[in-house]
């Protein structure tokens, strides 16, 4: 039987992964949670977002996942760890790879985050870059207005333009040429970020870099998926299901399969 | 101490890769050997190749790396697995960071390969892509005039550029949208490369792909070097020093370490 890939998000954003996996690796069957109910996690403290995590983490395991996905850089910042110690499958995390991902773009060597508060704060994405590469230079600011944005379903209007110019303000001034998405909602709100920051800047999103890297260690340890026979992958969501529902087909462009959770808060170890 | 990374090929094309490691990871120890004597690889039989890439890989575990690249398409074509049979540390080809790359890349679904005539005879980038994305459309063509153009340092000329010109016209009328190029000796000519083929089609290095995944199977298996001075590397070549000294020189700015090898065959288990 083939067994899927788990990826976990704090609400819509690690759709964007999902998007990724699809169209790099189409025999790859996924089971996504959407913790939409208690979204952001951005602005919310470690502990808790490490509590969020291993209860989403433990209800994912009942379906003998081979990998764990966390798509959400709030909580690989917090809780990456943490979960590698008690789950017996690879667990990748969104920052590593946008870190790779930067280095590997980045010619001045300056290379800019957005994120939300807590990733920010966390410095997850400073500590990244310079373990891989010591000579990089770093610039980061949190944009705590872009996930509200996204999870409305809001991705391109007069509002959100307006928004995503002031509060990319601060950057213009530093000569970064690559930016880092540092937020799995962020890829939604590419054309604004792009536009305010112009054809020099070059964008890092987690979800291709992620979905790439998860190709890579799954070719490495042998667990590619093989079967001839495109997989049904599976939704579970926390909060509202209509709304989910609606900006999971319209990013994925396919009709999918839902079931919403009724959170019972799950038994850990 | 810090265990190398080693790094081989048939002659200076690996030299792309190991700039790449200097660029993206500047902490990891690098020992390269080219076969300069035996440049080139494309044009033999397969178990020739197989044969040489064992006796290099040979002389170079008496250093005792952490990994091997085989920094050589025609060789990871034909003897990765053999390699990965014998020595007990993972062994990274070109190929499949370079048909990850294409695929992340492509939009139309529709990717050229250029290689030497080994690695296009052996289909061993039709099957790597096929193996990740089965709707990926491939057109593979040899360009067998352009690593002699390389050894001799002749990166850039009006001679080359012709030569790459005719060599590339029949990809020209095919809708690809990313090509790769599938040997290390080519990412010296990228600029005739690109303005043979123009702005719509993206190229992908082997090199900078392929520094990238060691990067990821280095840091997900816990062995990022860490040591905070910078590493001396050292480099082999079993053909005349002074033409290697001269590109290796060139093409990694900086003065090199390199140490003649007066070619005997090594004993192979």
New interface residues.
Partial sequence: MQRPIAILDSGVGGLTVVREVMR????EKVIYFGDTARTPYGPRPAEEVIRFTREIVSYLMQFKPKMIIIACNTATAVALEEIRSFVDV?VVGVI??GA??A??STKSGVVGIIGTVGTVRSRAYEEALK?????IHVASLACPQFVPLVEQGNFRSDETDETVRDSLTPLKDIPLDTLILGCTHYPFLTESIGAVMGPGVKLISSD?ET???M???L??TGK?A?Q?ELPVHQFFCSGDPRIFKRIAQQWLGKQIVLTPVVWQIPQIG
Avoid: K, V, Y
């Fill in positions: 790099q690796l189409p025999r690879p590593n790879p790779r991902a280095i590997n373990r891989l590469n010591p000579n291709s979905a790439r890297e190709s890579t260690i070719q490495e590619l093989s001839p």
